[in-house]
Structure formats: C-alpha cells, structure tokens
C-alpha cells in the first residue's frame, strides 16, 4: 500500500485546511486509517482516524469540534478538514493505515503499519 497526503499550507489563524490521503494498492475489510502530526521538536502524535468496517471516528481531544476525518465511498482516500485552525497546530501531517486493527491501539503510533510522506501545515498570522 502507498499512500500520499497532500493539502497542506500557510494559514492564518481561525482559517481551514482540507487534506486528503489517497491510499494505492488492495487494503483488507479491516484497518484503521489515521492521520498523526509531528510538530518542530516534539514527537509524532495522534490526530484522527477511521475504524473500519465500522466507520467510527476517533479524534485527540483538542481538535474535536474542529476537525472532521471523512473518506469516500471507495475507502480509497481520507479527508481530514480543518477548522478554525490554530498555532498549536503547526505540524507535519501524516497519514498512515494499521492493518492490524486493535480498538485500543488505534492512537498508537506503532501500530500504524504505512505511512505517506507528511504535508506541511502552518498557522500564522
């Protein structure tokens, strides 16, 4: 599976972003596709992901309300639209998929077994 983020940019606070993730090659019923972000200096955390079959979503608590992970009917790509965005929320986000999909390591960074290149999201005035 390859997969490929794209969307990211320059964006005054209070502003929205969409990022897409487009997913190549056969994926199984059951995964997780998540994004994560990595902001200077700090290390790669969870942002938001699907559960599938189920279709769940799962987001770390500072950005429910703002943002919303979505996909589309094919499953082939995951949305993440971002609203009133913050500083804090600079970062490098990626996407990744975890083909072997435990509820209760969806938030894990290690469970995540592909990743895509990362795309820049910056929030500045």
């Known amino acids: 599976v390859q997969l490929q983020a794209f969307g990211g940019g320059l964006v005054q606070p209070g502003g929205s972003l969409r990022l897409s993730c487009a997913a190549s090659?056969?994926?199984?019923?059951?995964?997780?596709m998540g994004w994560f972000r990595q902001a200077p200096g700090k290390e790669r955390e969870f942002v938001a992901a699907?559960?599938?079959?189920?279709?769940?979503?799962y987001y770390k608590d500072d950005v429910k309300g703002r943002f919303t992970i979505s996909s589309d009917n094919a499953r082939t790509t995951v949305y993440l639209q971002m609203n009133d965005l913050k500083p804090e929320d600079t970062a490098v986000y990626y996407c990744?998929?975890?083909?072997?999909?435990?509820?209760?390591?969806?938030?894990?960074?290690?469970?995540?077994?592909?990743w895509g290149q990362g795309t820049l999201v910056t929030v500045s005035s």
């Open positions: 090659g056969r994926t199984p019923q059951n995964y997780h």
């Open positions: 990744a998929v975890d083909f072997r999909p435990i509820l209760s390591s969806l938030r894990n960074v290690a469970s995540y077994d592909y």
């Open positions: 699907i559960r599938w079959p189920s279709g769940g979503h």
